[in-house]
Every structure is written in C-alpha cells, then in structure tokens.
C-alpha cells in the first residue's frame, strides 16, 4: 500500500489522491499538518535519493523564511521542516519505508507503479 504524505488543502495532493483512485492503486493519506511527522520519519527520507528534492522553494512558507533559514541545514533545517511542514514539497509517496518519488507528476509515478498514466 502506498501511504502519500502531504496536506489536506494541497491541490496537488488532492489531484494526486484522484489519479491513484481513478487507477485503483492502494493508498493511504498522512496529513502533515494534521497528523504530523517524526523526526525520524524525516531523517530516513533525507537519507533517500530524493533529499534535494524534499524542500519545497516555491512554497508561501519559503518566501517567508530569513536568508539564515534558508541556509539552514543538518539539525536546523531538520528542526525547521518539523516545525513547518508546509516547507515539504508534496505529496510524498511511500511505500513501507522507501520514499517512492517527491511531487506529483503522473507520467512518472505510472512507471513507477506499472499502471496506466
């Protein structure tokens, strides 16, 4: 099953959460705003592949930050996507452990779990 993390009012998320529906792939939603995110949630996704791709820069929540959080990284930044999970770029698809691909794009995400785009 796949879990896709992400925030309720996205409307990528949603159009996400549609595009899994209509092709009948098992999934689940995490609201990260809502139900959160563990520290070591996080910490195993910046292990991933897709570590560079987990900050969302084009987000409301970015354009607000000061130039030194930007900067952040390692612990700060950590503590900084904990505390605002609106800087994640979603949704987050998962499966298990294993952080499957970061936004959604449906070309992608269909070779990724062999159904049709």
Do not use: Y
């Not at 609201?31 to 563990?38: E, I, P, S």
């Not at 910490?43 to 930050?65: C, E, M, Y």
């Not at 992608?108 to 049709?116: K, M, Q």
């Amino acid at each position: 099953m796949i879990t896709v993390f992400g925030i309720r009012q996205c409307d990528t998320c949603r159009k996400a959460l549609k595009w899994l529906e209509a092709r009948g792939v098992a999934h689940q939603f995490h609201d990260l705003r809502a139900d959160g995110l563990t520290r070591e949630q996080l910490r195993h996704w910046q292990g991933s592949p897709f570590a560079a791709q987990l900050v969302n820069k084009r987000s409301t929540s970015w354009r607000g930050l000061t130039d030194q959080q930007r900067s952040a990284s390692g612990a700060e930044l950590e503590a900084l996507l904990l505390a605002t999970p609106t800087l994640i770029k979603r949704p987050l698809f998962v499966q298990g452990e294993t952080l499957l691909a970061v936004g959604f794009k449906p070309q992608e995400l269909a070779d990724l779990l062999a159904v049709t785009a």
